[in-house]
Antibody, heavy 116, light 111 residues
Framework: EVQLVESGGGLVQPGGSLRLSCAASGFTFGYYWMSWVRQAPGKGLEWVAN????????YYVESAKGRFTISRDNAKNSLYLQMNSLRAEDTAVYFC?????????WGQGTMVTVSS | DIVMTQTPLSLSVTPGQPASISCKSS???????????LYWYLQKPGQSPQRLIYEVSSRFSGVPDRFSGSGSGTDFTLKISRVEAEDVGVYYCMQGIYLRTFGQGTKVEIK
């Protein structure tokens, strides 16, 4: 079964850091671009970042530049999002998704809450 | 950055009646390769989003033919010919020509 499973969310104080993980299964992970998409409580979807198949290209939404780092380990079929200098406005469910330009496979999401 | 603007933000529809959602982009989504990178998604309550339409008007496999997309350049429309109860949720357009940007979403409910 093709699947993406996120983990690593939780409660963190403003200014803190968190690393999200996404475990892929059921497909050849290293053949695909991957993205992180987030959704603040009761709000819409916001694309955060994506990464090329081999990790050689990475792109970010403006609000994530300099604070978030997307990475991947194809040997472990895993995608990561290192989030530093977290702000209250980063509070959201974070989804990983397979990126074919459209997102065809989504995980169930992991909740990140930034609050003191 | 490309801004995607959807209207309306909410819609209440009688089952069996049509529905239409507009999506406008701040820049043309027509690429030099001849493709227009406009997509539609539906997020049903409590679920992750699912794909409906790619490149303006092509339905993904398994999407009912009551869903159709149209438009060009910067103006796009998603139409549901006869709304069913299972169509409730939030619809998003998304551009893929430069990074990715979603519209604000349009919540569709049944009267």
């Amino acid at each position: 079964e093709v699947q993406l499973v996120e983990s690593g969310g939780g409660l963190v104080q403003p200014g803190g850091s968190l690393r999200l993980s996404c475990a892929a299964s059921g497909f050849t992970f290293g053949y695909y671009w991957m993205s992180w998409v987030r959704q603040a409580p009761g709000k819409g979807l916001e694309w955060v970042a994506n990464i090329k198949e081999d990790g050689s290209e990475r792109y970010y939404v403006e609000s994530a530049k300099g604070r978030f780092t997307i990475s991947r380990d194809n040997a472990k079929n895993s995608l990561y999002l290192q989030m530093n200098s977290l702000r209250a406005e980063d509070t959201a469910v974070y989804f990983c998704a397979r990126d074919l330009i459209s997102f065809d496979i989504w995980g169930q999401g992991t909740m990140v809450t930034v609050s003191s | 950055d490309i801004v995607m603007t959807q209207t309306p933000l909410s819609l209440s529809v009688t089952p069996g009646q049509p529905a239409s959602i507009s999506c406008k982009s701040s820049q043309s989504l027509l690429h030099s390769d001849g493709r227009t990178y406009l997509y539609w998604y539906l997020q049903k309550p409590g679920q992750s989003p699912q794909r409906l339409i790619y490149e303006v008007s092509s339905r993904f496999s398994g999407v009912p033919d009551r869903f159709s997309g149209s438009g060009s350049g910067t103006d796009f429309t998603l139409k549901i010919s006869r709304v069913e109860a299972e169509d409730v949720g939030v619809y998003y357009c998304m551009q893929g020509i430069y990074l990715r940007t979603f519209g604000q979403g349009t919540k569709v409910e049944i009267k």
